[in-house]
């Protein structure tokens, strides 16, 4: 790091004769070059002779990216072995900022792992840390407070959104943490969405519940029970249904065990296979009790069968895919949802023609 204003000092030139055989790559960034005029200041560093010259401005974000991208290139290609064989769960604590995303990690550890403030933002990278419950091994993964990309695009919060996004995209789970007692919001939703659509499994935890039910039983003001909380959820989040609620307190430390049972419970949904007769029993039964047709031509289910797991997803041949409504395929769905505990995770339902099975 060096200073665009200052120039080059003479204690810079000390450290770049102290670098020069350095085998690694070096990169001088030359901060406070708010603006197109001071990018010419940095060229003098240019003289140091030991690596290439980024002008930045930390304060506004302004060429960050460009150094980020010139320092991901000096990266190893390949994880080492060791991370690549690791099964361990993961469980990615996602939600806007200031719910209590870091107050649940330091409550589930029992330690202050993550710096903790009322001052939204506070944490700037996703974080990992193991625990041991009831025998098995779960890595938390803590991340920064999701914001609207538009809000932060170009500023160091831009690339703290990314992470997070990133730390949610290795996790098997993720834990969306709302506050119970301001209730839900805008950013709530998109970032539930966004959970359901990197295919994850996913568990509210409705975290400040303290201060709808306090510990002590003493009323408050404000005060909301459980089930209509649940029922705003299922309202607010319809593509959201099968996400089961954990109602925590960070503060008293309540809620915690609850709330990780939960998670392994959709966790086993996740990764749930269901025998192939039986998958075809359900789905028979479900088109006898509710025939549908369309344009006058009645569909039919000839097989079907689970494609994969984490989360469940299914490949069912009938006579004319094209034409399945989606309410239809949402009746199916909860049709396997009513016969199997698939609480927890999505799961998915790909139609094929019959004509396209593969006769092998």
């Avoid at 625990?131 to 914001?147: E, P, Q």
């Amino acid at each position: 790091m060096a200073d665009a204003v200052d120039g080059v000092t003479p204690a810079d030139q000390e450290l770049a004769d102290e670098l020069r055989g350095v085998s690694k790559p070096i990169i001088v960034a030359v901060n406070k070059a708010d603006n197109a005029d001071r990018d010419t200041w940095a060229t003098d560093f240019y003289a140091l002779g030991i690596g290439d010259v980024f002008p930045i401005s930390a304060l506004h974000g302004r060429g960050v990216a460009d150094v980020l991208d010139k320092a991901v290139e000096a990266f190893p290609e390949s994880a080492p072995a060791e991370e690549a064989e690791d099964h361990r769960v993961r469980i990615a604590i996602i939600g806007r900022p200031n719910v209590g995303k870091s107050s649940l990690l330091n409550a589930f550890t029992g330690e202050k792992r993550a710096i903790v403030s009322d001052i939204p933002g506070t944490t700037r990278d996703a974080v990992d840390t193991e625990i041991t419950y009831k025998g098995d091994k779960i890595i938390l993964v803590d991340t920064a407070g999701l914001r609207r990309r538009g809000k932060v695009q170009g500023t160091v919060e831009y690339y703290m959104a990314l992470r997070a996004t990133r730390a949610m995209e290795r996790a098997q789970l993720a834990l969306v943490v709302v506050d119970g007692y301001e209730g839900l919001t805008d950013g709530d939703k998109r970032i539930a969405k966004s959970a359901h659509l990197a295919h994850k499994a996913c568990v509210f935890g409705v975290n400040k519940w303290d201060l709808v039910e306090p510990p002590d039983g003493r009323p408050r003001q404000r005060s909301l029970p459980k089930k209509e909380f649940a029922q705003i959820l299922r309202d607010e989040f319809p593509e959201l249904s099968y996400a089961p609620i954990a109602y925590t307190s960070a503060t008293h430390s309540t809620g915690l065990e609850a709330a990780l049972d939960t998670c392994n419970e959709a966790l086993e949904s996740y990764n749930f296979r269901i025998s192939t007769a039986s998958l075809n029993t359900i789905l028979r039964d479900a088109v006898y009790e509710r025939p549908y047709s369309s344009k006058g031509k009645p569909f039919r289910v000839y097989y079907a069968t689970q494609t994969s797991t984490a989360p469940p997803s299914f490949l069912i041949f009938c006579n004319d895919p094209k034409r399945v409504h989606f309410s239809y395929a949402r009746y199916l769905e909860n049709s396997i949802r009513g016969a199997y505990p698939m609480e927890g995770t999505p799961i998915f339902l790909k139609f094929k023609s019959s004509h396209e099975r593969d006769p092998h």
